[in-house]
């Protein structure tokens, strides 16, 4: 689930707290809120401390793209919902992804992880248990796919072994004859 600690809400009324300040503070030549002033006024206004005041000023970092206090977000809200959309559409993608490697090959890669036919995931002994995180999600994945390109390694060397046996032993005619070394 897409977590961001109510850290939205409260840009959002930070936002509209400084739209309504922004009139009686000093503007600069181009109609934008003096920096000293933008500053002065944060550090008194964002207790959280959330919008850079040493930077990028006035910006804040939602889903991974940065916006700034001056410009009303709401103008961006489509936007931001398709990027939050996005972004646990992946995720699901991820927790799919691991439950089919995992009903794929049967294994578990050594974690005790629980998978619940609700499409539950857990990790724990059955007693002891919590949700899987993201992290170790992408982790096992990765995991997965280490073990797949091992398993085809080891395939196609073993397809080769005896691809070069079969040829040798039927030159020699002796189809019927293992040969062990």
């Excluded at 944060?42 to 804040?60: E, S």
């Excluded at 398993?151 to 072994?161: A, C, E, H, K, V």
């Amino acid at each position: 689930m897409l977590k961001t600690d109510n850290q939205l809400r409260y840009f959002l009324n930070l936002q509209h707290k400084f739209q309504a300040n922004a009139p009686a503070l000093p503007h600069g030549q181009l109609g934008n809120v003096k920096t000293v002033s933008l500053k002065a006024w944060l550090r008194k206004n964002d207790n959280k401390r959330l919008i850079d005041i040493d930077c990028f000023y006035g910006d804040f970092l939602v889903l991974g793209k940065s916006y700034n206090i001056e410009y009303p977000l709401e103008d961006r809200a489509d936007e931001l919902f398709n990027r939050a959309l996005k972004s646990c559409v992946k995720e699901e993608k991820r927790y799919l992804a691991l439950r089919s490697k995992v009903d794929e090959y049967g294994i578990t890669l050594g974690v005790k992880l629980n998978v619940y036919s609700s499409g539950k995931m857990t990790i724990g002994d059955g007693v002891n248990e919590r949700p899987i995180k993201k992290e170790e999600v992408v982790k096992l994945l990765d995991a997965f796919e280490e073990y797949e390109s091992f398993m085809n390694t080891l395939l196609q060397d073993i397809s080769r072994s005896f691809a070069s046996h079969d040829l040798l032993r039927a030159e020699a005619g002796t189809k019927d004859v293992i040969e062990r070394d």
